[in-house]
C-alpha cells in the first residue's frame, strides 16, 4: 500500500522498504480545471450580490456611516478583487 507525505514528493510502500521521487502522473491534480474555475466565479458573483443586497439594507437600516455597513463595503470590494485576480 503507498503512503503519500504532506508535500506529495515522495513516497513509501508501507513497510518502509522503498522510497523515493513520485512520478508525475501520481500526483494528485492541484491546478484547478476550466470547470473549477468557472464555478468558483459563479458562487463569487453570487456573494457579491448577497453582500450588495444586505449592504443597502444596512446603509437604510444604520447609515452609511456605521461600521457594519463599512464592513459591508470592505467585504464587497475584496470580493470584486477576487473576481479580478
Do not use: C
Not at 522498504?17 to 508525475?24: I, L
Amino acid at each position: 500500500m503507498l503512503r503519500l507525505s504532506r508535500t506529495y514528493d515522495k513516497f513509501q510502500v508501507e513497510g518502509g522498504k522503498e522510497k523515493g521521487k513520485m512520478k508525475e502522473e501520481d500526483r494528485p491534480a492541484i491546478a484547478m480545471t476550466e470547470q473549477n474555475r468557472r464555478y468558483v466565479t459563479k458562487e463569487i458573483g453570487k456573494l457579491l450580490s448577497e453582500i450588495w443586497r444586505v449592504k443597502g439594507l444596512a446603509e437604510q437600516e444604520y447609515g452609511q456611516q456605521n461600521p457594519i455597513t463599512k464592513k459591508l463595503a470592505s467585504m464587497h470590494e475584496d470580493a470584486q478583487k477576487l473576481l479580478r485576480d
